[in-house]
Each structure stands twice: as structure tokens, then as C-alpha cells.
């Protein structure tokens, strides 16, 4: 059994976000255990050039077997040392005009990104709380990854916004659930970063506007397709990089009093500043401006 009292846990490390934290994680000395879903991207992902550091774990955060079965996987490499960290980063995104979304398409949006989240922190808190912490800071860390649409919530978006809103709601009752058992929680909210989640997003839209009866797709094809490029154009155009969001996620692993909340991105400081200054008619009003 290697050293591990700096052992971290990231979900959703196929790609994106994920897969840049574990890496630049890894390459910083942290054990790092990669959630991703499939043997396949295990493999993939171990042929990363990061030694034992980097280690994949087959993990799926809607299926509780997964997560139970992850978790006996890493307890028997961690044995009694406890995790550092816990970093809930894995997460879809159902963008489109709500009437135009599934029951069934909503549902398994709040799966990935709230309940997934909670039965991850549910079954991983006994490590957290056994982690050595780093003497003066906590003993063990919850960083939960959102999204700055779970501050401001943007049109067409609605499933989304309301798993983010759900995951900022339950990070903020944990800290201070928490508190007392010296488990630190933080929130990192990107903004528009380019990454493969926007040719996702851009696939599942054009799924569920296909599929929506006619009509009813037809009220919004127009103002939705102009969103979705002026938001994909933010993320390809922004300078906020995948990195600058790994280097949130180590301030809140590593600092002795870590952020509530880690904004990331020039996009997301400007709306949750307008967010706190703006009665909502206007703030409807400027998103609607500036998305047009």
C-alpha cells in the first residue's frame, strides 16, 4: 500500500474538467482516484503518463451498486488512512426549452448532478472524516463542482439550472451540517469553459427538438438555436481554461481555511455580481440583451 494521506476522489474524469483536474492533480503529488464510467476509459485514462499516482476507478454516481463497489476498490488501497478529498465534478448538461424535455430526460439530469452527488458524499463521508487533513485545516474536503447557471439561472437551460441551484442549496446546508465534524464543503462555478460538454449539449438539443412535437418545437427552434451559439461562442472565445479550474479545485483541497465558493471566470464574477446588485426584471432584461 502506497502513501495516500493526500488521497483524493474525482468524478466524471473521462474528459473535460475531470479528467484536467485528475491530471494536474496527479502531477502536483496527490493520489488521485479517477471516476470514470466504463472499463474502456479506465484504460484509456491509466495510459495517462502520470505514474501510480493517477489511479482510474470504474464509477457510475447514478447507480448505487457502482458507487458501493468503487468504494470498496479504493478503501482497500487507502486501508484506514481516510481520503483528503472528495470532488463531485461529474455532470451532464439538458439544454433546452423545458416543454421540449422528457420526464424521463429531467429526471436522470437531477440523477447526475444532485442525487449522484449526494450519494457519493453519503457513502464517502466515514473516509472524509478519517483523512488526516493537513494539521490545521480540516480533516477532510467536499469540493462540489457547478456552475455559474447555479447562480443565474439562463433561458432554455432550466433542467440544468435547477440540478446546479439543487447542488449550491445542498452544498451550502452540508458546510454547515458539517462544520462540527471538521468536513470542509466547497463550490467551484465555472463558467463557459471550452470543453467536449458543449458538442454534447449541442447533440442532446437537437435530439430532444427533434423529437418534441412539432408545433411545440417550433415556438422556440429560432431564439433557442441563436442561444445556443452565442453561448458556445462565449465558451470557445472565453480565456478561462480547464486548468484555472483545477488550480480552485487544489486551493480548496490544500488551503487551511478553504472558500465557501470558488468563481471561475470573468463571466460568472460579472453575473453573480449582477445577480446580487440587479432587481430581477432588469437582470431578465440584461440576460435577455445579451444573449440576443
Same mark, same amino acid.
Given at each position: 500500500m502506497s502513501h495516500t494521506s493526500n488521497a483524493v476522489l474525482i468524478t466524471g474524469c473521462s474528459s473535460g474538467l475531470g479528467r484536467a483536474s485528475a491530471l494536474w492533480l496527479a502531477d502536483r503529488g496527490f493520489t488521485v482516484f479517477a471516476g470514470v464510467r466504463g472499463a474502456e476509459a479506465v484504460a484509456e485514462l491509466g495510459r495517462a503518463d502520470a505514474g501510480d499516482r493517477l489511479r482510474p476507478v470504474e464509477l457510475d454516481v447514478t447507480s448505487e451498486e457502482s458507487i458501493a463497489q468503487a468504494h470498496k476498490v479504493i478503501g482497500e488501497q487507502i486501508g484506514t488512512g481516510g481520503l483528503l478529498g472528495l470532488v463531485n465534478n461529474a455532470g451532464i448538461s439538458v439544454s433546452a426549452p423545458l416543454e421540449c424535455v422528457p420526464v424521463e430526460e429531467l429526471r436522470y439530469q437531477l440523477e447526475v448532478n444532485l442525487i449522484g452527488v449526494a450519494a457519493m458524499i453519503r457513502q464517502f463521508l466515514p473516509q472524509l472524516r478519517a483523512g488526516s487533513g493537513n494539521g490545521s485545516g480540516p480533516s477532510g474536503r467536499i469540493v462540489n463542482v457547478t456552475s455559474g447557471v447555479g447562480r443565474v439561472a439562463l433561458?432554455?437551460? !432550466?433542467?440544468?439550472? +435547477?440540478?446546479?441551484? =439543487?447542488?449550491? =442549496?445542498?452544498? @451550502?446546508? /452540508?458546510? #454547515?451540517?458539517?462544520?462540527?465534524?471538521?468536513?470542509?464543503?466547497?463550490?467551484?462555478?465555472?463558467?463557459?469553459? $471550452?470543453?467536449?460538454?458543449?458538442?454534447?449539449? +449541442?447533440? !442532446?438539443?437537437? %435530439? /430532444?427538438?427533434?423529437?418534441?412535437? =412539432?408545433?411545440?418545437?417550433?415556438?422556440? #427552434? @429560432? %431564439?433557442?438555436?441563436?442561444?445556443?451559439?452565442?453561448? +458556445?461562442?462565449?465558451? !470557445? =472565445?472565453?480565456? !478561462?481554461?480547464?486548468? @484555472?479550474? $483545477? #488550480?480552485?479545485?487544489e486551493h480548496a483541497l490544500t488551503a487551511r481555511r478553504p472558500r465557501t465558493r470558488y468563481r471561475v471566470g470573468r463571466d460568472v464574477a460579472l453575473g453573480s455580481l449582477a445577480a446580487r446588485l440587479l432587481p430581477d426584471r432588469l437582470l431578465d432584461l440584461a440576460l435577455t440583451r445579451s444573449l440576443s
Amino acid at each position: 500500500m502506497s502513501h495516500t494521506s493526500n488521497a483524493v476522489l474525482i468524478t466524471g474524469c473521462s474528459s473535460g474538467l475531470g479528467r484536467a483536474s485528475a491530471l494536474w492533480l496527479a502531477d502536483r503529488g496527490f493520489t488521485v482516484f479517477a471516476g470514470v464510467r466504463g472499463a474502456e476509459a479506465v484504460a484509456e485514462l491509466g495510459r495517462a503518463d502520470a505514474g501510480d499516482r493517477l489511479r482510474p476507478v470504474e464509477l457510475d454516481v447514478t447507480s448505487e451498486e457502482s458507487i458501493a463497489q468503487a468504494h470498496k476498490v479504493i478503501g482497500e488501497q487507502i486501508g484506514t488512512g481516510g481520503l483528503l478529498g472528495l470532488v463531485n465534478n461529474a455532470g451532464i448538461s439538458v439544454s433546452a426549452p423545458l416543454e421540449c424535455v422528457p420526464v424521463e430526460e429531467l429526471r436522470y439530469q437531477l440523477e447526475v448532478n444532485l442525487i449522484g452527488v449526494a450519494a457519493m458524499i453519503r457513502q464517502f463521508l466515514p473516509q472524509l472524516r478519517a483523512g488526516s487533513g493537513n494539521g490545521s485545516g480540516p480533516s477532510g474536503r467536499i469540493v462540489n463542482v457547478t456552475s455559474g447557471v447555479g447562480r443565474v439561472a439562463l433561458p432554455y437551460m !432550466t433542467a440544468y439550472a +435547477a440540478s446546479q441551484f =439543487g447542488k449550491e =442549496g445542498l452544498s @451550502d446546508a /452540508l458546510r #454547515r451540517e458539517l462544520a462540527p465534524q471538521r468536513v470542509s464543503v466547497s463550490v467551484i462555478e465555472p463558467g463557459a469553459i $471550452a470543453t467536449p460538454i458543449w458538442r454534447k449539449q +449541442a447533440e !442532446t438539443a437537437a %435530439r /430532444l427538438l427533434e423529437n418534441a412535437p =412539432g408545433p411545440v418545437a417550433a415556438l422556440y #427552434r @429560432d %431564439r433557442f438555436t441563436e442561444f445556443s451559439k452565442a453561448n +458556445a461562442a462565449t465558451a !470557445t =472565445g472565453g480565456k !478561462t481554461s480547464p486548468v @484555472d479550474v $483545477a #488550480r480552485a479545485i487544489e486551493h480548496a483541497l490544500t488551503a487551511r481555511r478553504p472558500r465557501t465558493r470558488y468563481r471561475v471566470g470573468r463571466d460568472v464574477a460579472l453575473g453573480s455580481l449582477a445577480a446580487r446588485l440587479l432587481p430581477d426584471r432588469l437582470l431578465d432584461l440584461a440576460l435577455t440583451r445579451s444573449l440576443s
